[in-house]
């Protein structure tokens, strides 16, 4: 589908190392419960990942697989160390061997769904945020990734529907509300999208991309007063934020729409 804006879509993305905080509460529960000094080593490399030093993480649950070659929750943070250090292939495998230790954890289908979705095989991906839903449907960060994804693969339909799900559960969102704008931009239906960015701004007042693509919509509406209006402030916050390529944009865009647009009250520098 062709955009309907000058630069890419954003996105505003959870962070990975707390991505079910909301929804699925506590760390990961597996089949069997780890020995006393099994849960110990599965801690001890937490603590590693928690300072992202995941070389050592990796040592120790590597050192590990020797005495407990069938534990899920070593297989697991493997999983999510070699992800971490952007080693998708190997997070793959040893998810796959958590999942096979463990079948029907929701921490490593999302494991899993964030592989393939960084993959691009959004198909996959899919298929795994869906089976947390199947089982936790009011997960709102499940839907989130999953609207996420469905926008990385262009279906921004299904993105709508699970943007709304993951508002609808958690609540008022900034982030939420502006890829809701994206999406509703990329469909073309402009009032929902500056319907969505300025519920957006409301939360988030000083985020000048939210304005930028809310002057955007404006655009494509054919308000071109309230475009410069929103283009401007975008401008103004970038410049306060020292995001000068950003605030260029804004200005070029300003530009743009007054040379085409004589009549217009200009935007000023």
């Keep these: 589908m062709r955009k309907t804006h000058p630069i890419p879509i954003f996105l505003f993305v959870i962070g990975l190392l707390a991505p079910l905080a909301v929804g699925l509460t506590g760390g990961p529960v597996f089949a069997a419960a780890p020995s006393a000094d099994e ?4 801690e001890k490399s937490n603590i590693f990942i928690d300072k992202k030093d995941y070389r050592k993480a990796e040592s120790v649950l590597v050192a590990a697989l020797g005495k407990y070659p069938d534990s899920p929750g070593i297989y697991y943070n493997l999983g999510l160390v070699s992800y971490s250090g952007g080693k998708l292939d190997k997070a793959l495998s040893y998810y796959q061997e958590a999942d096979s230790r463990s079948s ?15 993959k691009k095989d959004y198909s996959r991906a899919v298929i795994y945020f869906k089976k947390i839903l199947a089982s936790a449907p009011q997960n709102p960060t499940a839907n989130y990734y999953l609207a996420n994804t469905y926008v990385m693969a262009e279906n921004y339909e299904q993105a709508v529907n699970h943007f709304l799900a993951a508002l609808k559960i958690s609540g008022p969102d ?22 969505a960015y300025q ?14 693509y809310l002057g955007t919509a404006h655009h494509a509406a054919g308000d071109i ?28 865009f300003i530009d743009k729409i007054n040379s085409k647009n004589a009549g217009v009250t200009d935007a000023k520098r």
């Design 39 to 42: 849960a110990d080593i599965i």
């Design 174 to 195: 900034a982030g939420i509300y502006f890829n809701l704008g994206n999406c509703y931009l990329a469909l073309k239906n402009h009032s929902q999208a500056i319907y």
């Design 225 to 252: 007063a309230q475009a410069l209006e929103s283009l401007a402030k975008a401008k103004i916050l970038f410049k306060a934020k020292g995001e000068d390529k950003a605030a260029a944009q804004a200005q070029t």
């Design 104 to 118: 029907g954890n929701p921490y490593i289908y999302f494991g899993m769904a964030l592989v393939y979705r960084d």
């Design 199 to 212: 519920k957006s701004l409301q939360l988030n007042p000083d985020d000048g991309m939210a304005y930028f």
